[in-house]
C-alpha cells in the first residue's frame, strides 16, 4: 500500500524548497503526496505552484491582516487537523522554520501523525535571531520523528541536542534540486524593464526581510546603497521589495529617488535565479540565497551577524557583514576593486549545500522507515 504524506507549506521559500520532494513522490508508486497549504504567502504561492505543477488539495487560506504570529500559529493548528485525518495522512512532512511549518508540527503531534522535518538542524545558537525561525525550528526537532539535515555541521547540532542518531538522516537541502530544476528549463526571457536597467552595468542584488532587520538596521543598509551609488555611478542595484510593508516603507523612503536602484516587486523565481547568476555579488539576510547564490558562484554578504548557515562562511562563498554601513561599503568595494579577492568567493558549483539529489535521499529514507514501525536502524545515515 502506497504510503500517504502529507506534503505542508505556506510560505514561497517552503514551495520552492519542497517542490522537488512532491514531484519525487508523485513519480514513485510506493507514494501518495497529499499537499496542504496554509497561504501564508497566499499572493506569493501561485507563481510557484505553477512552475513546477503543484496542485495543492487543500488551502487553508489562513492570512489575514494585521495577523499577529500567535494567531496564525492558532489558526493553522486548528484548521489542519481536519485534512490530515480525512487524508488518512500517513506522515506529515514540513520543511525549514516558518509559523506555518512550525503550526503544521504540533498539528501532526497532536493527530499522533509521525512528522518528517526537512531542513532539520540549522541553529545560529540565538533564540531572537532570527525571530521567529530560531525558535520555530527548535520547537520543531521536539515534535519530530525523522530530521533531513541539509549537511553535517545541521546533523551534528541535532546530535547535541540529544536527537537519536538513527532518526538523523544528512540529505543536502532540497533547494538545490529546485534551482538545478529551474536551470534545466527553456531559458525564459528576463522582464524587459530589468534587463534594460541590470544591461552593461555591474549589478548587486539585494534582498532583506528579516523581523530582526525591520527599521533602523534595514535603514542602515539603505544608508550603505546610497554611499555606494554615490561614490561609484556604474553600479546598479535591483531590491525586489517582500510584501511586508516594515520593508518596503525603509527601502521607499531612503532608496526611491536614486536612479541607480530598481525598486521591484518579488521576481517569479526563475527570473530571480536568472539576475542572481548575473549579478556580480549579492546582499541578503535570506537563508535560501545563502545556499543558491554559491551554487551559481556568486559571492554573498550576508547582512546579519549569525547565520545558520556557516557552510557557506567556512567555504569562503559568503561573508558575514551585518548592518554597520561602512563594513558593507567596504567589504563591497573590496570585492569590486580587488579582482583576486572576488575571483576567492567566486565559486561556480559549491556543493557544500548538496548535489542536487536531496528530494531522493528524503525519499530513501521515508521508505525506509515506515512510522509508525518499529524504529529499526543504527547510527547517523547519509542517504544515497
Known sequence: MALRVGIVYGTRPEAIKLAPLVLALDADPGFEPVVITTGQHRDMLDEINELFDLRPQHNLDIMRPGQRLSTMASRIIHELGEPLRDELVDI???????????????????????????????????????????????????????????????????????????????????????????????????????????????????????????????????????????????????????????????????????????????LRYSEFIKLMHR?????????????????????????RDRTERPEGVAAGCARLVGTDPALIVKEVGRLLDDPQAYEAMRRPGTVCYGGGDAAARCLEALRERRLPAAHESAGLRTCR
Do not use: K
Not at 144 to 161: I, M, R, S, V, Y
Open 92 to 266: 506529515a512532512v514540513v520543511q525549514g522554520d516558518t509559523t506555518t511549518a512550525f503550526a503544521a508540527a504540533y498539528a501532526a503531534a497532536c493527530e499522533r501523525i509521525p512528522v518528517a522535518h526537512v531542513e532539520a538542524g540549522l541553529r545560529t545558537g540565538e533564540r531572537f535571531e532570527p525571530f521567529p525561525e530560531e525558535i520555530n525550528r527548535r520547537l520543531i526537532t521536539q515534535l519530530a520523528d525523522l530530521h533531513f539535515a541539509p549537511t553535517a555541521d545541521a546533523a551534528g547540532n541535532l546530535l547535541a541536542e540529544g536527537v537519536r542518531s538513527d532518526d538523523v538522516y544528512v540529505t543536502g537541502n532540497t533547494v538545490i534540486d529546485a534551482l538545478h530544476l529551474v536551470l534545466d528549463r527553456p531559458d525564459d526571457a528576463m522582464n524587459r524593464e530589468l534587463g534594460a536597467f541590470a544591461d552593461g552595468h555591474p549589478t548587486i542584488l539585494l534582498t532583506m526581510h528579516r523581523r530582526e532587520s525591520w527599521g533602523t538596521p534595514m535603514a542602515r543598509v539603505a544608508a550603505a546603497v546610497a554611499e555606494l551609488c554615490r561614490a561609484r555611478p556604474a553600479l546598479r542595484f535591483v531590491i525586489p521589495l517582500h510584501p511586508n510593508p516594515e520593508v518596503r516603507r525603509v527601502f521607499q523612503t531612503h532608496l526611491s529617488s536614486l536612479t541607480q536602484v530598481l525598486l521591484c516587486e518579488p
Open 279 to 303: 549579478s556580480v555579488l549579492v546582499l541578503t539576510d535570506s537563508g535560501g540565497v545563502q545556499e543558491e547564490a554559491p551554487t551559481l558562484g556568486t559571492p554573498v554578504l550576508v547582512l
